[in-house]
């Protein structure tokens, strides 16, 4: 059963300390997006990737996040320093392009629950 | 920034009842996606609406999307209580790089 598989599930790090998040999208799929959900805001697109190239980084905080997929069964979703402000859960989601259309599904990880103190 | 709004925000209703949401945005969108959520996991996609007045039913739960592509509802008929959640609508823009935008959700109990 093909899924995305992300990890930590759970990370509590001391305020100052670097995160990084990894995702292993589903085989086959090429495009890679990292979303933060927060019950304030949402669900907030970070980053993407298509064919491992970032398509839109524009609602990720440049000062401290940085994304990248260094190949293609592997992103990850670096925070440093992480803030008490970046707790939230972190989810990664793999799909194939043309992302809405009907034939196309993007299919969420379980989520990375950060916990910074 | 194109924006979805949700509502209502919560909703608590008794088993056998209807309900209906709403996903509204100022924008047009080329699709609209309805996921729900369950505590502890990942937002699971429902169903994908292309054109305008499009209605799609997927057993008890009927989508709408409106004739202009801005706006969309949920109505679930006999609503059970495994149909607790959280239930995220998401618009897709036109461009090349389909960029999918959510809206905060609506948070459903269905008592038993």
């Known amino acids: 059963d093909a899924r995305v598989t992300q990890t930590p599930r759970h990370k509590v790090t001391e305020m100052g300390q670097e995160v990084t998040m990894r995702c292993q999208p589903i085989?086959?799929?090429?495009?890679v997006f990292w979303y933060r959900q927060t019950m304030m805001q949402g669900l907030e697109l970070l980053a993407y990737?298509?064919?491992?190239?970032?398509?839109?980084d524009s609602g990720m905080p440049k000062d401290r996040f940085s994304a990248e997929m260094p190949d293609a069964t592997l992103a990850t979703l670096k925070i440093q320093p992480s803030e008490p402000r970046d707790s939230a859960v972190y989810f990664c989601?793999?799909?194939?392009?043309?992302?809405?259309?009907?034939?196309?599904?993007?299919?969420f990880g379980e989520g990375s629950w950060l916990t910074v103190v | 920034t194109q924006l979805l709004e949700q509502s209502p925000q919560f909703l608590s209703i008794q088993e056998g009842e209807n309900l209906t949401v709403y996903c509204n945005s100022s924008?047009?969108?080329?699709?609209l996606q309805w996921y729900r959520q369950e505590p502890g996991e990942g937002p699971v996609l429902l169903v994908t609406?292309?054109?305008?007045?499009e209605v799609k039913k997927l057993k008890r739960l009927t989508f709408q999307f409106g004739d202009a592509r801005k706006d969309s509802s949920l109505h679930i008929t006999a609503a059970q209580p495994g149909d607790t959640g959280l239930y995220l609508c998401?618009?897709?823009?036109?461009?090349?790089?389909?960029?999918?935008?959510f809206g905060k959700g609506i948070t459903l109990s269905v008592r038993p």
């Open positions: 989601a793999s799909g194939l392009s043309q992302t809405g259309h009907p034939g196309n599904t993007i299919y």
């Open positions: 990737f298509r064919n491992r190239a970032p398509l839109d």
């Open positions: 924008s047009v969108f080329s699709s």
């Open positions: 085989l086959g799929h090429n495009t």
């Open positions: 609406v292309v054109t305008g007045g």
């Open positions: 998401a618009g897709v823009d036109g461009g090349a790089n389909s960029k999918l935008t």
